[in-house]
């Protein structure tokens, strides 16, 4: 069994998505997903940086099934660029579902990332918009500020997770998921599939309390 790892000055925690559209009585949410808010308290400190994402949607977003008449919530279209889930309305812009969670310790030096702002393109990873072209600059930022190695946490572990942790580790960065400071979807054969992709990509998933 690998040691676990000691943090450095070069990590970053990425906090995915923990928003309230996410947490019980959201439009959209997560089993538990509120649960891992204290964790994640005790893990900001421990960082020297930190990063949040938050999905940042217009009104008539591709992902919502709203915007497609005759389609209902977690079934599947063909968009431009490929196979889209389609969700209930969630983190619509300035609206109080797509605040961070309240209880969230927000460190003053935190770097706030907005995703899923384009109308067209939805986007699970903190990294690319889900037509894997367009980049929303978090890879920029981490390489101005010389951070090589980062631990995700957050919602949801199947999805926002999971393809923030893929595209870090192709982009070249070393990329954790604290498994036990996320929650997942749960849709189908999600969490599986998921298990098996980040092992694929040799990503570990850890306990935080290994670190």
């Excluded at 923990?18 to 960082?47: E, Y």
């Excluded at 961070?100 to 986007?123: E, N």
């Excluded at 918009?129 to 101005?144: F, I, K, S, V, W």
């Excluded at 996320?182 to 570990?204: D, F, K, Q, W």
């Amino acid at each position: 069994m690998p040691l676990p790892p000691t943090l450095r000055p070069t990590d970053a925690l990425l906090i995915i998505d923990l928003q309230n559209d996410f947490c019980p009585d959201g439009s959209l949410p997560v089993q538990h997903g509120d649960a891992i808010v204290p964790l994640i308290n005790t893990l900001t400190p421990r960082f020297p940086h930190t990063i949040f994402t938050q999905d940042w949607h217009p009104s008539h977003h591709i992902s919502f099934a709203s915007t497609h008449p005759g389609t209902q919530p977690y079934q599947t279209i063909q968009a431009p660029y490929g196979t889209q889930t389609l969700w209930p309305d969630h983190c619509l812009q300035h609206s109080p579902g797509a605040d961070l969670h309240p209880h969230l310790h927000i460190p003053p030096t935190a770097h706030i990332l907005r995703k899923g702002f384009r109308q067209h393109i939805d986007s699970y990873s903190a990294f690319l918009e889900n037509d894997r072209l367009t980049p929303t600059g978090l890879a920029d930022h981490l390489h101005q500020h010389h951070l090589t190695r980062l631990f995700l946490c957050g919602l949801a572990y199947d999805f926002c997770v999971r393809y923030s942790a893929i595209d870090g580790r192709t982009l070249g960065f070393e990329t954790i998921v604290l498994e036990d400071a996320t929650r997942a979807v749960n849709l189908s054969n999600s969490v599986a599939e998921t298990h098996a992709a980040l092992a694929a990509a040799g990503i570990p998933r850890i306990q935080s309390t290994t670190l």
